[in-house]
């Protein structure tokens, strides 16, 4: 069985729908939709762009009227999606799981791996944006 892994890869020209409730065509191919792509030469960010925004607020945060400190929420939204993921890894049997993570929460995320059975962590920090790292996952 091929590793689970939460980053998108390219599938050339080619993305898959599944089609619920429908026993005769469980897993359908789309080949009309480019191909994606790591090439962000063409690029070009909006003047007040800061990088980032979320695809839906957390209102109950500070910044938001909310009664929660923003940074710890928002880590414990980030540990919390990575612990499904690694223990839905865990239940397929995937024996490596790749992973885009905050560096200041790798502590957290190699106990919470070695919880699902991946004792061994390989980490690649970028030197351009040393606040993420990919961390990949192995199991035994």
């Known amino acids: 069985m091929p590793p689970v892994t939460p980053l998108i890869k390219p599938i050339p020209s080619a993305v898959a729908h599944i089609q619920p ?3 005769s065509t469980a ?14 030469s063409d690029f070009t960010p909006d003047a007040d762009d800061d990088g980032f925004d979320l695809v839906y ?7 938001q009227g909310g009664p ?11 540990a919390g999606r990575l612990d499904l993921c690694l223990e839905t890894a865990a239940r397929v049997g995937a ?7 905050r560096t200041d929460l790798i502590p957290q995320a190699e106990l919470m791996a070695m919880n699902y ?5 390989d980490v690649t920090t970028s ?14």
């Open 57 to 63: 607020p957390f209102v109950v945060c500070e910044s």
């Open 127 to 140: 030197e351009q944006h040393p606040e993420w790292s990919q961390v990949v996952f192995a199991g035994s």
């Open 27 to 40: 897993l359908t191919l789309r080949t009309d939709r480019p191909p994606v792509t790591d090439d962000l």
């Open 117 to 121: 059975g991946y004792p061994t962590m």
């Open 21 to 23: 409730h429908s026993p």
């Open 95 to 101: 024996t490596q799981v790749r992973y885009l993570l």
């Open 68 to 78: 929660y400190a923003d940074e710890p929420f928002a880590a414990g939204f980030a």
